[in-house]
């Protein structure tokens, strides 16, 4: 069983001390015993420890910073919400696909923002723009909040406040199973609560450092059964031998854990996998025995944002497995939703 998540270092921003919650993990940290040091900007950390590019890329892992957010201009986060809201960034998985590979790229260590309320209170101002409209705010773009959440309660103070709301909804994706200090969370059916869930063999080859797929299914009951609107993410979609099986037992797995009450109101989001040239140097660089298929001439290319185009596999490919995987969803969760397929 994968244990929650303690830094091995921990770096405060001076203004950090003037928030709650900045003290409060302060002296936290402290009782644990946990080395602290000051930082001058949590964009700007130097002499991380490490002989080698490869020993500091994984301390920065396990490296959490404790700073205050200034930029309250929320991004995008088209399909999946209308904003990014910004709790987090960094991640202490080694998802050896992942997009924050090249987005974080000299700086993978985690950080953590203390100014909770004025992020809070922006996200109240894009609410109030969109009114009556519902604005859902996605709290996983560049983090995985749950994985450090146990330690923060940010995200729990988010649920509690997007409960209250009107027109706002809450959503966010984890790959880690540490979610019963958030079973209790007054919710009020605003916070969609997901997991990312996929073959055995992907999670076995390509997601070191994040919680088993059984775990992550047996924290989704929890969920479910606290009343909170379930979804899964199956991504990245990965090609391999026997793939068919291994998502099609993915999907048995979940129906045997889900009750019957709570499948009216799931949804499903399916990615593809897919990568840039510039995250496949860092993926060689950084995960150099990775078994991830990178093989550009296997691909056909997507054009992307910024002129950065995508390898994503070719279009019968695509129409395979979206055939197969909605032909198991709907076996198992003929009421669900699929909210996209890329």
């Not at 001076?14 to 302060?26: C, S």
């Not at 200090?181 to 997991?195: I, M, P, Q, S, V």
Request: glycine letters at 6%; charged letters at 30%.
């Amino acid at each position: 069983m994968r244990k929650p998540f303690i830094p091995q270092l921990v770096y405060f921003e001076p203004t950090a001390l003037d928030y709650p919650l900045g003290k409060e993990l302060k002296d936290k940290f402290e009782n644990m015993g946990i080395e602290i040091r000051t930082t001058t900007s949590h964009n700007q950390i130097r002499n991380l420890p490490g002989d080698n590019d490869f020993q500091k890329y994984r301390i920065a892992k396990s490296t959490l910073v404790v700073g205050v957010r200034k930029t309250l201009k929320f991004d995008t986060s088209k399909p999946s919400a209308e904003y990014a809201i910004p709790f987090a960034t960094g991640c202490m998985g080694h998802c050896h696909y992942c997009y924050l590979q090249t987005t974080m790229g000299s700086k993978p260590y985690i950080r953590t923002y203390v100014n909770v309320e004025e992020i809070l209170e922006q996200a109240d101002k894009y609410m109030a723009e969109r009114a009556p409209e519902i604005t859902r705010f996605e709290a996983s773009c560049t983090s995985d909040i749950v994985g450090i959440d146990h330690l923060t309660h940010t995200l729990k103070r988010a649920i509690e406040h997007f409960g209250q709301t009107e027109y706002g909804h809450l959503r966010f994706v984890t790959k880690f199973h540490h979610v019963d200090h958030l079973l209790d969370a007054k919710h009020n059916g605003k916070t969609r609560f997901r997991f990312s869930v996929n073959a055995d063999y992907v999670i076995k080859h390509f997601e070191p450092g994040t919680s088993p797929l059984a775990s992550r299914i047996e924290a989704a009951g929890k969920v479910a059964r606290a009343g909170y609107p379930l979804g899964f993410i199956v991504a990245p979609i990965y090609l391999h031998e026997g793939w068919q099986e291994g998502y099609h037992h993915m999907f048995e797995r979940l129906d045997a854990e889900l009750p019957q009450d709570v499948r009216d109101d799931i949804t499903f989001e399916f990615i593809q996998h897919r990568f840039t040239r510039p995250a496949k140097k860092v993926i060689e660089k950084n995960y150099p025995m990775t078994k991830l298929e990178l093989d550009e001439a296997k691909r056909r290319v997507k054009w992307g944002k910024y002129g950065i185009n995508k390898f994503i596999y070719q279009k019968d490919e695509e129409e395979e497995m979206k055939e197969q995987l909605y032909r198991s969803m709907e076996k198992f969760f003929p009421k669900a939703k699929i909210e996209y397929f890329t």
